[in-house]
């Protein structure tokens, strides 16, 4: 089976294409640098940027995949969340090409897309518990299969990445701030600044007091913050990673999952995936990551969630 992964959920469109299981081609157009001047994503700009550049993305997949554009057999694309704009150009092309070669399409959801991004190396053995945690999203999931899901925790505010986005802002850094902050915070092992575990029932989060009161060291402590740069964003990165780990803690031990998975954008971040191959040894439980390349949004993780949707409903017919 020829696959088509299309992923245009927000800054990036990512086309893919995947043949018997395995990812032969990968192309993402990032926009990150467009954005910057802005502090941060624009979505009219955004779609515009798609419209420019998605046809040299789709050749350059085509391209690298060695097949020819007959050999595809079925499409993939992001159909919600995200923003709208950037949604629709991704559905058009999809609908498109889907026309010209008279071939199933299937619209799908940019979450479930980056749990099945930890399953492109690897085979998910139900009940699998998927930490996803992203710029926009923070989510624990239950899945039974890769359709049958329930969504057992999330934030109640901000996402981590975009708790940490705001605050770098704040200390000056541009957009992506995430990254600026886990750089910092790799040339510290100390946590001397305070930022509580937030207490919630169940498995919910919430970043948003932790924003505030990191604004607050900075508005009303700038200069001992600034002196202590490096200490403070390892403080702020161990609390929101912390509060996570501690979290699918808390549902692993619910529901005795076979196996645990972690996905999204900050599942990139080297102490957050070392803390859960850490959870996963203290359990003795296997554990899935993406490769780096599959973290951010990409058309591999939409394409091998539909990859994985019909061999398990062959599995079932």
Do not use: W
């Not at 050749?59 to 020819?68: F, P, Q, R, W």
């Amino acid at each position: 089976m020829v696959i088509l992964g299309i992923e245009s959920s927000c800054d990036d469109f990512g086309v893919s294409i995947i043949k018997d299981g395995n990812v032969v081609s990968n192309v993402v157009s990032s926009q990150i640098q467009h954005h910057l001047v802005n502090g941060g994503i624009i979505p009219e700009l955004a779609a515009r940027l798609h419209v420019e550049t998605f046809h040299a993305i789709f050749k350059e997949a085509i391209k690298n995949s060695g097949l020819k554009v007959e050999e595809i057999e079925c499409i993939g694309f992001t159909n919600e969340p995200g923003l709208i704009g950037s949604l629709i150009i991704g559905r058009i092309v999809a609908k498109t090409i889907a026309s010209y070669l008279n071939i199933p399409i299937y619209p799908l959801n940019h979450m479930r897309g980056h749990v099945a991004s930890a399953f492109i190396n690897n085979t998910p053995i139900y009940p699998v518990i998927s930490l996803v945690v992203s710029g926009g999203h923070t989510q624990i999931v239950l899945s039974k299969s890769i359709e049958n899901y329930e969504v057992i925790g999330e934030t109640q505010d901000d996402a981590i990445g975009e708790c940490l986005d705001k605050i770098a802002r704040k200390m000056g850094y541009n957009y992506p701030g995430g990254v600026e902050i886990d750089r910092l915070s790799q040339k510290s092992k100390c946590l001397k600044f305070d930022f509580p575990l937030v207490q919630l029932n169940n498995f919910d989060m919430s970043f948003s007091g932790l924003k505030t009161k990191a604004l607050n060291y900075i508005n009303n402590k700038k200069d001992y913050v600034s002196e202590n740069i490096n200490d403070f964003a390892n403080s702020i990165l161990n609390a929101c990673i912390n509060q996570v780990i501690e979290k699918t803690r808390l549902a692993i031990i619910m529901f005795s999952p076979k196996m645990i998975s972690l996905a999204g954008g900050v599942s990139a971040n080297k102490k957050l995936r070392n803390d859960f191959v850490k959870l996963g040894t203290e359990f003795n439980i296997p554990i899935a990551l993406p490769e780096q390349e599959y973290c951010t949004d990409n058309g591999a993780m939409i394409a091998k969630l539909l990859d994985i949707m019909l061999r398990e409903k062959d599995n079932v017919n």
